[in-house]
């Protein structure tokens, strides 16, 4: 169970969190449920897209990107990420973002969290938000 409501812990010590949305509350996670739970943005598929502007689009549009909640569970978890998670087609390595909550590091600059397939483990990081975003770097969502 994940309690998708609470507050997370900042990513780094002196960091914070500078949103933390889309809360559903307790939810059961099942990784066969979730396995295909992957969204790339149009732009991602041609090239890439600004950070900030994905993240305006989840907004407005009202995309249920999973948080910080689920990305702690996962990170302290790894049985339970979804096989289909490792590699997208073609073999290449994906980072798997949650889009829901963004950190702030203590020089100003806004993070999202990720959890990769790399080396044989998964391992989990933080990509600036203002970076360029392609069609491997998808967005966990919430499916019914």
Do not use: C
């Not at 100003?108 to 998964?122: A, C, F, P």
């Amino acid at each position: 169970m994940i309690d998708t409501d609470k507050e997370p812990a900042p990513y780094g010590l002196l960091w914070t969190i500078a949103e933390n949305f889309n809360k559903r509350g307790i939810i059961k996670w099942d990784k066969k449920r979730f396995k295909d739970a992957l969204f790339i943005h149009s732009m991602q598929m041609d090239g890439s897209i600004r950070g900030n502007d994905l993240f305006e689009y989840f907004k407005e549009k009202h995309t249920p990107v999973l948080n910080a909640a689920v990305w702690e569970y996962l990170k302290d978890n790894p049985t339970q990420i979804p096989e289909e998670w490792k590699k997208k087609e073609g073999g290449n390595e994906q980072y798997i973002f949650f889009w829901g909550t963004i950190d702030r590091s203590p020089q100003g600059n806004l993070y999202v969290r990720y959890i990769t397939w790399t080396g044989g483990n998964w391992a989990a990081g933080s990509y600036l938000l203002s970076g360029n975003w392609h069609e491997d770097f998808p967005a966990a969502v919430w499916v019914k």
